[in-house]
């Protein structure tokens, strides 16, 4: 079910990534896809409101972004640990990568 309070469309996905911040490798898998974020399964702690650089591959075209831990699952009683994370930049054919493949994905 869709939260009403986003305004933009998301697709569930499985997306291997490279990313981390000054002091931390990130890895692990993106999930949960929009115009404006991902969620990142991952058992590596982030604390919220650090920034991250994220490089993955859409069918659509590689993306590049850097974006803010915005909230954190972690624990057993969380369905899946991992990391939302809001894009604070992101280039012009980043952005119609994602915005493709979304497109794509609501389609089909």
């Not at 469309?9 to 000054?22: K, L, T, Y």
């Not at 993106?30 to 650089?53: C, E, W």
Request: hydrophobic letters at 40%; one cysteine or more; charged letters at 25%.
């Amino acid at each position: 079910m869709t939260d009403p309070r986003r305004h933009h469309r998301r697709i569930a996905c499985n997306v291997s990534f490279r990313g981390g911040g000054a002091s931390t490798n990130l890895s692990g898998r993106i999930t949960d896809l929009s115009g404006t974020g991902v969620f990142i399964a991952t058992r590596t702690f982030v604390p919220v409101g650090k920034q991250v650089h994220l490089e993955f591959e859409l069918p659509t075209g590689p993306v590049e972004a850097v974006g803010e831990v915005r909230w954190v699952a972690r624990g057993s009683d969380v369905p899946e640990q991992g990391l939302g994370v809001r894009f604070l930049r992101l280039s012009a054919a980043s952005a119609r990568a994602i915005d493709d493949a979304v497109r794509l994905r609501r389609a089909s």
